[in-house]
């Protein structure tokens, strides 16, 4: 009804809209174009949808969020919230997602270089082949398939082999004919037989094209990849559309059970790749027809998401994915807007929490093939580590939360534009933040989490526990409703809206909870095969927190191992450079599939010794304070 529609004016981007009087205000807002960050899914639990209402009526829903003080200052949590009237909201930077700044760091990126000096051959398993056919006659009267298929068969395509589907058949002697016998065949080669998957009148050889794209919870990644020369044409990304239902897995696979979740859930993936891959495609002027195969990697419930397949039993015990190899299928079967007719590949996972993202970074970094002991981890809500070399490689994920996201973080947000991602000591003692994108800051992420807990700890603000020690009066330390915080940033310096930037004793507590789950993962791994931290001789980071950690920072908070900074390495978004050399060689491809046969999943929460490896881990930077010397001596000198 007309007279139950009431204005909803969202600042600063001086957008209105009209919503239904009684709607939640969250809604509203998405309504209105704005995405807004929603990391629990609208259940009022993680804080991230707060809003500040400047005019008008809402209905607050109690939450167990927010203080007194920012209920009284009119903030309010918008999935909570009713809208009872014409209202006016403003939306603090860090909740909006566009600012989200996205991981493209193809850091260490050597692919285009080993394609020229020839390191592996490109040999992607989508070909086209172009053909002058002889027009039949009474004396050479084969059927349409059988000249096509003599004329393209050859020592490497045996004529056996090719195989030709109803829909090909359907349209062949059309093409043909209305061709004058001039054809371009579109096959794809997979380890038994060759098939047809496309046939089109003239020369189509030139301009072929594949998507690389790495599917992240959080982003998403997407190369196109000339698949001739294969070399990089372009790269896009954006957020996760899928956001609005979640930030982590689980909060998605929850959301997945609702009635039209898991629906609605795909259609967010694969409208998010659509609207990047058009970009792609309009700005290097690339046609529909021309992208002939696309290649994922992303990890197991994102597999599950993509494909349209129920991740339900991922998340229950005794923890199943529905598939960790999938089957190659055409683009069209997931309603992606590329060529129809070629391939589409997800790389295979090792289990239900370490996914095709990782196989993608074994593949990439090479682990199976060298030598030397390698670790390879990838931080997120999970922490998936690979361990091993050419000769054994084992896997395992352990939860640490959404903390190093900046969730359950009072001011924690994404890496994003504003967020603080580097806490260094300025000259008087005092923390110098830096803010990503230059721009004053309205939160700070994990590396800038990070960064402070270090400073904190050798500055002696912290004890080994995590408390914030009060025997020394200071300025940014205070206490707020009962509990203790160390101000990073005074609200005179913060992006505007945003007030003291802090951090809080239940914050560190959170990331010491979180790293002490990673720290735990590293350690079971490595005692199970019988080796120590001495023996790692690469230690590879990939993923977002990667691009910006401070690796001494991380060793002194006891995230990383102090096994010496020059052994790790930054290897990027090594999920979409996995994808892309999936991509562009067939035996490359197999390799991902070996690769994910031959890691052995290690369930470490069936270990016992997990749990005690966590406990010694509660500690800045360990109970077992001998694994760390840099850091001990770091604190013996500062006395
Ligand atoms: S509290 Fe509103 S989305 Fe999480």
Redesign the pocket.
């Known amino acids: 009804l007309e007279h139950s529609k009431v204005k909803l004016q969202i600042m600063p981007q001086n957008i209105s809209v009209e919503v239904r009087k009684g709607s939640i205000l ?1 809604e509203g807002i998405k309504e209105a174009g704005i995405n ?15 809003v500040k209402i400047v005019d008008g009526k809402i209905q607050p829903e109690v ?1 167990t ?1 927010l203080t007194e003080k920012e209920r009284s200052e009119g903030y309010c ?4 919230a009713i809208v009872d009237g014409d209202v006016t909201v403003h939306i603090p930077a860090a909740s909006v997602l566009e600012n989200q700044a996205v991981l493209v760091d193809t850091h260490g990126d050597d692919i285009d270089r080993k394609i020229e000096v020839g390191h592996w051959k490109i040999n992607p398993c989508v070909k086209r082949i172009h053909m002058k056919l002889p027009e039949p006659t009474l004396e050479d009267c084969i059927s349409d398939l059988d000249r096509l298929k003599r004329g393209m068969s050859s020592d490497s395509v045996p004529y056996e082999k090719i195989h030709c589907g109803v829909n090909i058949l359907k349209k062949l002697g059309g093409v043909l004919r209305d061709g004058e016998w001039e054809v371009t065949v579109t096959l794809m080669e997979t380890s038994n037989w060759f098939e047809i998957v496309d046939i089109r009148q003239g020369d189509h050889r030139e301009h072929i094209y594949g998507l690389a794209i790495d599917v992240g919870t959080t982003s998403i990644v997407v190369f196109l990849i000339d698949l001739v020369s294969g070399k990089k044409v372009g790269v896009a990304s954006s957020y996760n559309k899928q956001a609005e239902c ?1 930030d982590d897995v689980i909060t998605r696979m929850v959301y997945s059970q609702k009635k039209g979740g898991l629906e609605k859930l795909q259609s967010l993936v694969i409208g998010t790749i659509n609207e990047l891959t058009d970009k792609l495609l309009e700005e290097h002027k690339v046609s529909v027809e021309n992208v002939d195969a696309v290649c994922f990697a992303g990890n197991t419930t994102m597999s599950h998401l993509l494909l349209g397949m129920n991740p339900k039993s991922i998340r229950q015990d005794p923890y199943i994915p529905g598939a960790t190899h999938f089957p190659v299928f055409r683009p069209s079967d997931i309603e992606l807007n590329i060529n129809p007719f070629g391939l589409g590949y997800c790389l295979p996972c090792i289990s239900s929490y370490v996914g095709g993202d990782i196989t993608a970074g074994v593949l990439r970094s090479e682990i199976h093939k060298k030598e030397e002991l390698t670790l390879l981890i990838d931080i997120g809500t999970n922490g998936e580590i690979v361990l091993g070399n050419k000769d054994w490689m084992m896997a395992a994920s352990c939860s640490a939360g959404p903390a190093f996201e900046g969730g359950g973080v009072k001011n924690g947000m994404r890496a994003m534009n504003g967020a603080i991602e580097k806490v260094k000591e300025g000259e008087n003692g005092e923390p110098i933040c830096s803010a990503i994108g230059n721009e004053k800051p309205c939160g700070v992420c994990g590396s800038g989490i990070i960064d402070a807990i270090s400073f904190l700890f050798l500055q002696g603000m912290i004890d080994g526990k995590g408390k914030i020690r009060t025997e020394k009066e200071n300025k940014r330390v205070r206490d707020v409703d009962g509990i203790l915080e160390y101000v990073l940033v005074f609200e005179e310096e913060t992006a505007e809206g945003t007030g003291d930037i802090v951090l809080t004793e239940a914050d560190i507590d959170n990331i010491i909870r979180a790293k002490g789950a990673i720290y735990a993962g590293f350690s079971v791994l490595l005692e199970e095969v019988g080796l120590t931290f001495n023996e790692i001789e690469r230690f590879l980071i990939a993923g977002g927190l990667g691009n910006y950690l401070n690796i001494e920072s991380a060793i002194n908070i006891g995230l990383l191992p102090d096994i010496g900074v020059e052994k790790f390495h930054y290897i990027g978004n090594s999920s979409v450079m996995g994808a892309q050399l999936s991509l562009l060689s067939k035996n490359l491809m197999e390799e991902a599939e070996e690769i994910a046969n031959s890691l052995t999943n290690l369930e470490l929460s069936v270990k016992p010794v997990f749990m005690d490896k966590y406990m010694q881990a509660l500690f800045i930077p360990n109970t077992n304070m001998n694994e760390f010397p840099s850091v001990q001596k770091a604190v013996e000198e500062r006395g």
Do not use: H, P, W
């Open positions: 969250l807004i960050a929603a990391s629990c899914g609208g259940q009022g639990v993680c804080g991230r949808c707060m939450d969020i949590l918008s999935c909570l979640g």
